[in-house]
């Protein structure tokens, strides 16, 4: 089957798959609300077409950080994709620089900075990092980082200790032998390994390595040691904008981490407009979270924000195709971003502005927080 939409490469990569890996993607905290609510916040909004435009060149190129895009969006950071194919984040990097998209780099990348960017030379690259106990580690990482042209670092702050997951306690899951967090000493990774019934090693993980006592003060600690530009990751309100934009942040991406931290935090297109009118508009605001379309993109886009990230659906390419599955997910998205551009008479992103959008006729639809009979769509 030649996959037609990115729910179709969920069935590819749901077949191939161990049940307890994909768990592990899938999953999202507690009741996983906020993961369903996620998939459904983008329904609740309609776009509103302008007819008898000029659409025959339609150009949804951009730049972000110096760094040109082919579209507005690129992949949301996330650990160990080894575990969905064995050459892991290479393959995803060959298959963002092809596609002309950005990679974050998740700390706990299988592969190594050096060797992800020698799969793809001049792709735009950046690091995202959690915030650890160990310093001399994170400073290290970010030096690796500035010596192997990685463009900004992108900080998550909404994990002072991994979300409870109810799928992975069920499963005790932990990574499997013979896969590791490749740019951090096996001694800080070695609890993620460790498995026992009723218990996540990744969670265990989180206890014992990230820093929960970190507040803004501590960026300062940071901002000191790079010259890269840095993001805050997992900003859901207006107030913190505005405490990072006064920190010196650089930019911003709305994210309750795909619905895996805070069972109940909004989605992301609830808070985007607050966040975005909080914060001058050279500081770029980025969005994640429950994107599985292109018109979803667009409607990100009219929400505000500068680009999108993805994250599961490139997963379930890179697991049922490699590099050119990964790929595959990521044009997918573009040309069904350019059509939409294209049927809404919007042909450029300048013209993507919430004047194209509309609240779902006849208020809240109700009933898109059920359980979706699917779990990947």
Request: hydrophobic share 45%; glycine share 10%.
């Amino acid at each position: 089957m030649v996959p037609l939409t990115l729910a179709e490469h969920g069935e590819l990569a749901k077949g191939r798959l161990p049940a307890v890996i994909w768990d592990f993607f899938e999953g999202g905290a507690g009741a996983e609300w906020s993961r369903r609510a996620n998939l459904a916040a983008w329904r609740r909004y309609v776009l509103r077409p302008r007819v008898l435009v000029d659409v025959s060149a339609p150009d949804c190129g951009t730049q972000l950080f110096g760094a040109r895009l082919a579209a507005p969006f690129g992949v949301a950071p996330m650990a160990y994709h080894q575990l969905a194919h064995p050459e892991g984040e290479c393959a995803t990097a060959r298959a963002a620089a092809e596609a002309g998209a950005l990679l974050v780099v998740s700390i706990f990348a299988s592969r190594t900075l050096e060797q992800i960017a020698a799969a793809a030379p001049g792709a735009a690259r950046w690091l995202q990092l959690y915030w650890l106990r160990d310093r001399e580690a994170l400073t290290a990482l970010v030096r690796r980082a500035e010596q192997a042209d990685y463009r900004a670092l992108v900080l998550t702050v909404d994990a002072p200790k991994v979300g409870r997951r109810l799928r992975d306690l069920r499963n005790a899951f932990a990574l499997p032998a013979g896969l590791a967090a490749a740019n951090l000493d096996a001694e800080l990774t070695s609890s993620a390994r460790q498995s026992a019934s009723g218990r996540s090693g990744i969670e265990e993980h989180s206890r014992q390595q990230f820093d929960p006592a970190v507040t803004w003060a501590d960026l300062a600690w940071l901002r000191q040691r790079t010259r890269l530009p840095l993001l805050l990751k997992g900003v859901l309100t207006a107030e913190d904008a505005r405490l990072a934009v006064e920190h010196g942040v650089d930019g911003l991406i709305v994210s309750n981490h795909g619905g895996r931290q805070l069972d109940g935090a909004p989605p992301a297109p609830a808070v985007l407009p607050e966040i975005v009118d909080a914060v001058p508009a050279e500081h770029p605001v980025l969005v994640d979270g429950g994107l599985r379309h292109g018109s979803d993109l667009a409607k990100a886009l009219a929400l505000g924000a500068r680009a999108a990230l993805v994250g599961r659906p490139v997963l379930w390419g890179l697991a049922h195709g490699g590099a050119d599955g990964a790929r595959a997910v990521l044009d997918l998205l573009r040309e069904e971003l350019l059509d939409t551009m294209v049927l809404a008479g919007r042909p450029t992103l300048a013209d993507l502005d919430r004047g194209a959008l509309a609240p779902w006729p006849g208020g809240r639809r109700r009933a898109v927080l059920r359980p979706h009979h699917s779990p990947y769509i």
